[in-house]
């Protein structure tokens, strides 16, 4: 069975922290690139940060030297920890494992997300 569980969000002020957790499934985890996803009101959702079974990463240019994504193998877990906050970080937060290591190719379905929002 396909599991996300993301959690870790919250309010916070601008240039602050945050650090995201997400618990998958071991079917979905175990082989696959994880990625941080977030959707904005009124905008597409997007990838943000991935990270490969081996530990290399991936951020889009808008959190690169912000955030940073992490992985456990053996909790089966994705972190993203997410550092000088701004307002435009403001968004519901998703994991999911990803079918490319750069684009946008979530392969499962959405768990409920994470709200973070940043206040200025």
């Known amino acids: 069975q396909v599991q996300l569980v993301e959690s870790g969000g919250g309010l916070v002020q601008a240039g602050g922290s945050l650090r995201l957790s997400c618990a998958a499934s071991?079917?979905?985890?175990?082989?696959?690139?994880m990625g941080w996803y977030r959707q904005a009101p009124g905008k597409q959702r997007e990838l943000v940060a991935s990270?490969?079974?081996?530990?290399?990463?991936h951020y889009a240019d808008s959190v690169k030297g912000r955030f940073t994504i992490s992985r456990d193998n053996a909790k089966n877990t994705v972190y993203l920890q997410m550092n000088s906050l701004k307002p435009e970080d403001t968004a519901v937060y998703y994991c999911?494992?990803?079918?490319?290591?750069?684009?946008?190719?979530?392969?499962?379905?959405w768990g409920q997300g994470t709200q973070v929002t940043v206040s200025s």
């Open positions: 071991r079917n979905i985890f175990s082989l696959n690139v």
């Open positions: 990270i490969t079974s081996g530990g290399t990463t």
């Open positions: 999911n494992a990803n079918g490319d290591y750069t684009a946008y190719h979530p392969l499962y379905s």
